[in-house]
Nanobody, 127 residues
Framework: QVQLVESGGGLVQAGGSLRLSCTASGGTFGSYTMGWFRQAPGKEREFVASISRRRYRGDNVDYADSVKGRFTIARDRAENTVYLQMNSLKPEDTAIYYC?????????????????WGQGTQVTVSS
């Protein structure tokens, strides 16, 4: 059973940057599709970004429209870690950010298709 631990959240001013990390243990990291989701207060959890489990001419990635051009997802297979670099942060990016692993299957924006979840890390963007 894979375990995921997120880190890197915090308080930042609008326009600033943060890098979230998610380290996996207890599984075969290289075989998982990885994703980031977020949940703002009073809202449903939503897709942020996903990265493929196989590399073909580089990693395949997918982003929600709301973060495209500002966020970058990347994975380090040697460190069993997936990152979310967040630039040009806005107050509406404030949420708990969750890392997720999909044990089999391609990239997905659907929360129910992910099998393992981290505990979440809080990101707060002040205006």
């Amino acid at each position: 059973q894979v375990q995921l631990v997120e880190s890197g959240g915090g308080l930042v001013q609008a326009g600033g940057s943060l890098r979230l990390s998610c380290t996996a243990s207890g599984g075969t990291f290289g075989s998982y599709t990885m994703g980031w989701f977020r949940q703002a207060p009073g809202k449903e959890r939503e897709f942020v970004a996903s990265i493929s489990r196989r590399r073909y001419r580089g990693d395949n990635v997918d982003y929600a429209d709301s973060v495209k051009g500002r966020f970058t997802i990347a994975r380090d297979r040697a460190e069993n870690t997936v990152y979310l670099q967040m630039n040009s942060l806005k107050p509406e990016d404030t949420a708990i950010y969750y890392c997720a692993a999909r044990w089999s299957g391609p990239m997905s924006e659907v929360m129910s298709e992910y099998d393992s979840w981290g505990q979440g890390t809080q990101v707060t963007v002040s205006s």
